[in-house]
């Protein structure tokens, strides 16, 4: 049973920084994709970064240069590292698995809530201005 647990979400003022974990556990695939999605009340989960098992990495352009995802594959971690953070950046934070896709040779990029099969609980983050 596959299981992701996030960690390391809070309140930080506006500029802060904050690092978001997420622990997978019980993934047996060897080529697999963890992304980071984020959502506020009333609007769709959006996209935020992915990760593959190689570390192939791809950043929503609303986080390009702010925040870096990254991977820790021996230990089936996940990171967020999120700085010059924005009030409009508050949000629950969800990391979510799935089985990564070849796509012309590269790592299909996976930003859409629809094509991971396995989620965490979520993590708030809170950017107060």
């Known amino acids: 049973q596959v299981q992701l647990v996030e960690s390391g979400g809070g309140s930080v003022q506006s500029g802060g920084s904050l690092r978001l974990s997420c622990a997978a556990s019980?993934?047996?695939?060897?080529?697999?994709?963890m992304g980071w999605f984020r959502q506020v009340p009333g609007k769709e989960r959006e996209w935020v970064a992915s990760t593959h098992s190689d570390g192939t990495t791809y950043h929503a352009d609303s986080v390009k240069g702010r925040f870096t995802s990254s991977l820790e594959n021996a230990k089936r971690t996940l990171y967020l590292e999120m700085t010059s953070l924005l009030p409009e950046d508050t949000a629950i934070y969800y990391c979510a698995a799935t089985d990564a896709r070849l796509y012309g040779g590269s790592w299909e990029v996976l930003d859409r809530a629809e094509e991971y099969t396995y989620w965490g609980q979520g993590t708030q983050v809170t950017v107060s201005s």
């Open positions: 019980g993934y047996t695939n060897r080529n697999y994709c």
